[in-house]
């Protein structure tokens, strides 16, 4: 049995020789089969039809059987189990001439099972899809990417959350409406536990926080059947993209993340470069036929939904706010707003955002009442007492400055030991850099200042020191005798 492709080369190879055993030869078959497809091409038949029909095989009997098989198996099962099978029914043939039958018997099993798609043709403001993606590890801890689609303008969106509980969803609902100038009509995704809490008689039954949230948004949520990523593959692609770019692999050659920032940041930036090039499939820039669908998107509140984040608590002065008796850090720049705190498992999730955007602002391992958890990084650069730098506030004292760090450094260790009379002092030092020059003073100053000589003419008798060379001795004109006696003592002693 040759197949398609073969029986084409045997009758190429005898239009070219004219014989049947040289074209035998050439293809590596009988002589006799090259004479039979011949001859049925005279005949006006296919040549083809003789490549089933032409003789049996020892799998005939058995091909019922091994339809039944695939069949059960849904097309999964393989070649070597049903051959091990067919022996013990009596079958005779090689397990290579089991592998080609069920290949055959697979293929068709899956042209007749095939599932068929019908066009979808979206429409403008219907349908947004969102899905998740395990982003990278940020600092020692796991992120999430929410993908998001917008099925007729193909814009798309990536969010890097800190995981997948129903606040960060929310949030990034909020974020993605916002940046989108609307919300559309249906939301499609998988059925995890915050959008379906369970199935009854395969019905998803709809978690009630979602739906108190999408009321408020004026969106319906919709999931696909299970185990069914076809039915939203706008977002699967939106997600497979998102992590072929965003997670460091030796695919991208991307470096690791030092702070969730970052991640944030390379989200923004992979946003912007595929929204902004045509899409493969409308050719149009996403950006701008978002534009177009943006007049059929509803609007959305003013406010954020912010139930599901947990309890309102204002910040202190001191950028902190309190949860059940302690104290939490949050960001300096909300001082004097309000934010919303909520436990999560062993972690205080604090979240803030306004018209904008709500997004996570803090996270804090969850502490006992009366203590505190502070994050130094909500602060800015705090100024220790002891770290003072000098700062001219009269020309006097800029003139004196100007000469350098030297100077700089004398004035900080004079006042730390309470010298009297700093600004005269100062004044000398620069009435002696107009006679000696700047670098001679200020490196003296230097030396003033390790030394603690800050009194009057120490400044003067310093730079009349650096400045007299120092002679020395020359070895070979001087009397003063060798110690090479000394070495010879020494060995002798040692003996």
């Not at 005279?42 to 091994?66: N, Q, V, W, Y």
């Not at 019908?118 to 801890?141: C, F, H, S, T």
């Not at 120490?458 to 110690?483: F, H, K, M, N, Y």
Request: with cysteine; net charge positive.
């Amino acid at each position: 049995m040759l197949s398609e492709d073969k029986i084409m080369d045997v009758l190429e190879a005898f239009d070219l020789t004219r014989s049947y055993r040289s074209a035998a030869q050439l293809c590596g078959v009988d002589h006799h089969t090259v004479r039979r497809y011949v001859a049925a091409r005279d005949a006006g038949l296919d040549p083809t039809s003789l490549a089933t029909g032409e003789r049996g095989t020892l799998s005939d009997p058995f091909i019922e059987k091994i339809e039944e098989w695939v069949d059960r198996s849904q097309g999964r099962v393989r070649a070597d189990v049903v051959h091990d099978k067919l022996c013990a029914l009596g079958y005779q043939g090689s397990p290579r001439t089991t592998r080609r039958v069920v290949r055959v018997v697979k293929a068709t099993w899956r042209r007749t099972h095939a599932r068929a798609y019908q066009p979808w043709i979206p429409e403008p403001g219907l349908w947004l899809q969102w899905d998740y993606g395990n982003g990278p590890v940020v600092a020692g801890r796991k992120t999430v990417l929410f993908c998001a689609w917008l099925a007729w303008s193909r814009f798309r969106v990536i969010l890097a959350l800190p995981d997948r509980t129903l606040p960060s969803v929310l949030s990034a609902w909020d974020r993605t409406f916002r940046m989108l100038g609307g919300a559309p009509t249906y939301l499609l995704t998988d059925n995890e536990k915050t959008v379906t809490t369970r199935h009854v008689a395969r019905i998803p039954v709809r978690n009630p926080a979602i739906v108190s949230a999408a009321i408020y948004y004026g969106v319906v949520v919709r999931t696909c059947v299970v185990a069914d990523p076809e039915s939203k593959g706008g977002a699967e692609s939106t997600v497979k993209i998102a992590k072929a770019d965003l997670v460091p692999t030796e695919a991208n050659l991307r470096p690791d993340y030092e702070t969730f920032a970052d991640l944030e940041a390379a989200c923004q930036a992979a946003m912007d470069r595929f929204n902004t090039r045509p899409h493969a499939v409308t050719r149009r820039v996403p950006a701008e036929a978002l534009d177009d669908e943006r007049a059929h998107l509803h609007r959305v509140p003013d406010e954020p939904y912010s139930v599901a984040f947990g309890l309102s608590r204002s910040v202190s002065w001191s950028s902190t706010v309190m949860l059940n008796g302690a104290r939490y850090s949050v960001p300096h720049t909300l001082r004097d707003t309000r934010v919303w705190v909520r436990v999560a498992g062993d972690e205080v999730v604090v979240v803030a955002g306004g018209p904008d955007e709500v997004k996570e602002v803090a996270r804090h391992r969850r502490v006992g009442p009366g203590q505190a958890s502070i994050d130094p990084a909500h602060y800015p650069e705090r100024k220790e007492p002891a770290d003072r730098r000098p700062r001219a506030t009269n020309p006097a004292e800029e003139a004196f400055l100007s000469l350098g760090e030297g100077a700089k450094l004398w004035l900080l260790e004079a006042a730390a030991v309470g010298t009297r009379g700093i600004e005269a002092r100062m004044q000398e030092a620069v009435a002696l850099a107009r006679i000696v020059g700047v670098d001679r003073v200020d490196e003296a100053l230097g030396l003033a200042a390790m030394a603690g000589h800050f009194d009057a003419g120490d400044l003067a008798a310093i730079c009349d020191a650096r400045r007299i060379e120092v002679r020395r001795a020359d070895p070979s004109t001087s009397l003063q005798p060798g110690t090479g006696r000394w070495a010879g003592f020494s060995n002798r002693e040692a003996r």
